[in-house]
T-cell receptor
Framework: GAGVSQSPSNKVTEKGKDVELRCDPISGHTALYWYRQSLGQGLEFLIYFQGNSAPDKSGLPSDRFSAERTGGSVSTLTIQRTQQEDSAVYLC???????????FGPGTRLLVL | RKEVEQDPGPFNVPEGATVAFNCTYSNSASQSFFWYRQDCRKEPKLLMSVYSSGNEDGRFTAQLNRASQYISLLIRDSKLSDSATYLCVVKGNGNKLVFGAGTILRVKS
């Protein structure tokens, strides 16, 4: 069946521009997570959506980062006024309600010049 | 101190060797533990969950020591295809996963 999909696969942008990254979770999964992985580093939690509950935004590194999840399905991560240190792979994962296994998408590789 | 710490390696081993990775975690209240595998430029994929009693899946054995707050992964009879980065993962508050930085394994013929 279809897994988690993300778009775009790669994004190159100039410092100061805004970017939007999209995640399509596995159908029926109520939980959705965003992580980022910098070169040679572990995954860093950004934000977590669970059903209709308020999202856990505790991992967002600054107010330039925001995310929304419309209709309990697709999610968009927005980075405003991008900086070079935002360059990383942004990974989305989803899981079924309270299940422990998270399934990851292929990621979006963001490069800020 | 990082919440989850791993030896980054790399571990370079010949085919057929047995190799073990350890990982330590700082939150004593953690309840769930996992090993994920990540291939180069790919997304992480669940390898196995780690249970208190220890568990085995083919050539892979995972163990948990709550008293010492460490988790281990043992790979027997290493294959070339086992070459990857192995991520130690602990479930933190809510459903949030905390990842270690990973241990690189290179299996050579």
């Amino acid at each position: 069946g279809a897994g988690v999909s993300q778009s775009p696969s790669n994004k190159v942008t100039e410092k100061g521009k805004d970017v939007e990254l999209r995640c399509d979770p596995i159908s029926g999964h109520t939980a959705l997570y965003w992580y980022r992985q910098s070169l040679g580093q572990g995954l860093e939690f950004l934000i977590y959506f669970q059903g209709n509950s308020a999202p856990d935004k505790s991992g967002l590194p600054s107010d330039r980062f925001s995310a929304e999840r419309t209709g309990g399905s697709v999610s968009t991560l927005t980075i405003q006024r991008t900086q070079q240190e935002d360059s990383a792979v942004y990974l989305c994962a989803s899981s079924s309600d309270y299940a422990e296994t998270q399934y990851f998408g292929p990621g979006t590789r963001l490069l800020v010049l | 101190r990082k919440e989850v710490e791993q030896d980054p390696g790399p571990f370079n081993v010949p085919e057929g060797a047995t190799v073990a990775f350890n990982c330590t975690y700082s939150n004593s209240a953690s309840q769930s533990f996992f090993w994920y595998r990540q291939d180069c430029r790919k997304e992480p994929k669940l390898l196995m969950s780690v249970y208190s009693s220890g568990n085995e899946d083919g050539r892979f054995t995972a163990q948990l020591n709550r008293a010492s707050q460490y988790i281990s992964l043992l790979i027997r009879d290493s294959k070339l295809s086992d070459s990857a980065t192995y991520l130690c993962v602990v479930k933190g508050n809510g459903n949030k996963l905390v990842f270690g930085a990973g241990t690189i394994l290179r299996v050579k013929s």
